[in-house]
């Protein structure tokens, strides 16, 4: 009776523990099933340029120009990042540049390192530029320039632009003594020109007042004159 009762209580025992082992095992494959369900989040990584980056931090050291890669879709764009906090604080979008690409980028800061003028140099294309806060509002300028100068041309009749206005580009110096940034104007040296030829180029100074609210910048030509 006493053997009896023992297999009795063994076999209980065994079934039990199977049944928990089962168990255990729909469990985990549940988990698992539901774990490759989920999404992948996504991760940015962010890198310092390769050359030049000294001249990409603000004047206060806090913030600086970077590049980050999607780990997702792999894409890449450039970020204002903050260097005391570890973490980005604008994705620059309203410049059609290619980071770590032909080229470089540079940085002209605000004396209080709340603007700045970002300027991508092409190896071969014309030039891009937007302004950018801290905060996120940007504006594309590199267009404005270019717009502002053609409408001063077209208005003063320039007969010697008129020959060459379907070829000509701009580019513009980024001298300090030729450009500067205030709270609220902005001062450069655009030239307008025909790449690879003497044919055409001529200078102009150009001031544009700007504020910033919120997300936006506003931005209109102050003056411009030939020089």
Not at 41 to 52: G, M, P, Q, V
Not at 60 to 85: A, E, F, P
Not at 142 to 170: A, E, G, P, T
């Amino acid at each position: 009776m006493l053997k009896t009762l023992l297999r009795v209580s063994l076999s209980l025992l065994f079934f039990a523990v199977l049944v928990i082992d089962l168990n255990a095992k729909v469990e985990a494959r549940k988990m698992q099933f539901h774990a490759a369900r989920r999404p992948v989040r996504a991760i940015t990584k962010y890198y310092l340029y390769d050359s030049h980056r000294e001249y990409l931090i603000s004047p206060n050291s806090r913030y600086t120009v970077v590049w980050g890669q999607n780990s997702k879709s792999n894409r890449t764009r450039n970020y204002l990042y903050d260097i005391r906090g570890d973490k980005p604080v604008a994705s620059i979008y309203a410049c059609n540049g290619s980071p770590q690409g032909y080229g470089n980028i540079t940085a002209n800061w605000r004396a209080d390192s709340q603007v700045a003028l970002i300027t991508y140099n092409g190896r071969w294309a014309p030039r891009d530029a937007c302004l950018v806060s801290v905060n996120g509002a940007q504006i594309n300028i590199y267009n404005r320039l270019q717009n502002d100068i053609l409408d001063y041309l077209i208005n003063s009749c320039d007969i010697k632009f008129f020959r060459h206005q379907d070829r000509v580009v701009i580019d513009f110096f980024r001298n300090q003594y030729l450009l500067k940034i205030t709270n609220n104007q902005l001062t450069l040296l655009a030239t307008l020109y025909v790449p690879n030829s003497g044919t055409y180029n001529q200078s102009f100074l150009m001031t544009y007042n700007y504020q910033i609210m919120g997300n936006q910048i506003y931005f209109k030509l102050a003056s411009i004159r030939k020089t």
